[in-house]
């Protein structure tokens, strides 16, 4: 089943303040534009570029040019740093998508006065 708007929204506002997903950002461009220390903003920025991009971007190509557009207005950085980046953005998107869904289903189950199927099983 598809993810509704809403459940879509919970799962973007869950990456947009992943604090974990926004430091190894930062770390990862601090890196590889050897800057002092990390930048957090820097790395939640990158967060958001991702996810606009995602939102934005039609097909892999389209959204993988998006984020490297975005990017390059606040660093220069190579298409294979970005891709990296926009990569982790989009696996954390999957996985608080997935969060989201089971949430759904645990809660439908519970309201139903049963217990919610173990995935997998």
Same mark, same amino acid.
Request: hydrophobic share 50%; no cysteine.
């Given at each position: 089943m598809a993810a509704s708007s809403l459940e879509q929204r919970k799962a973007v506002e869950r990456v947009t303040t992943d604090a974990a997903l926004a430091e190894a950002l930062a770390t990862e461009l601090a890196r590889a534009l050897q800057l002092p220390g990390t930048n957090r903003t820097l790395g939640r920025t /990158?967060?958001? /570029?991702?996810? %606009?991009?995602?939102?934005?971007? &039609?097909? &892999?190509? &389209?959204?993988? $040019?998006? /984020?490297? #557009?975005k990017a390059r207005t606040l660093a220069s950085i190579r298409p294979e740093l970005a891709s %990296?980046?926009?990569? $982790?953005?989009?696996?954390? +998107?999957?996985? %608080? #998508? +997935?969060?989201?869904? %089971?949430?759904?289903d645990e809660a439908k189950a519970s309201a139903a006065g049963g217990a919610a199927p173990i995935a997998g099983f």
């Open positions: /990158f967060v958001r /570029f991702g996810l %606009a991009a995602l939102r934005e971007g &039609d097909g &892999d190509a &389209d959204v993988e $040019r998006l /984020f490297l #557009t %990296a980046l926009l990569h $982790r953005v989009k696996e954390r +998107l999957r996985n %608080a #998508t +997935l969060q989201v869904a %089971a949430e759904r």
